[in-house]
Nanobody, 116 residues
Framework: QVQLVESGGGLVQPGGSLRLSCAAS????????MAWYRQAPGKQRDLVAS???????NYADSVKGRFTISRNNAKNTLSLQMNSLKPEDTAVYYC??????????WGPGTQVTVSS
């Protein structure tokens, strides 16, 4: 089996920065697409950014120019650098990965709160 675990969430003031990390563990036989999603209270879970195995990225319009997604294929890790954070970025952030053998898996989530 495989699992994903996020870290790096917390409380930050508007305009501040946070870096989220996600580590995959278990019997990994390769990971295709990886992504970050977020879910605010009372709202659906939405895609924030994604990255494929070749490094091509995709971002939600609301985070373009502020967030940067990256991955380390050798270490099976995923990161999200978040700059110029806004209160509307407050949400639980989830790591998502598509494993070649095990399919789609989600991390348990990490809370990001942007507030003064």
């Amino acid at each position: 089996q495989v699992q994903l675990v996020e870290s790096g969430g917390g409380l930050v003031q508007p305009g501040g920065s946070l870096r989220l990390s996600c580590a995959a563990s278990g019997n990994i036989f390769g990971i295709d697409n990886m992504a970050w999603y977020r879910q605010a209270p009372g709202k659906q879970r939405d895609l924030v950014a994604s990255i494929n195995g070749a490094g091509s990225t995709n971002y939600a319009d609301s985070v373009k120019g502020r967030f940067t997604i990256s991955r380390n294929n050798a270490k099976n890790t995923l990161s999200l650098q978040m700059n110029s954070l806004k209160p509307e970025d407050t949400a639980v952030y989830y790591c998502n990965a598509i494993f070649r053998i095990f399919g789609t898996r989600w991390g348990p989530g990490t809370q990001v709160t942007v507030s003064s």
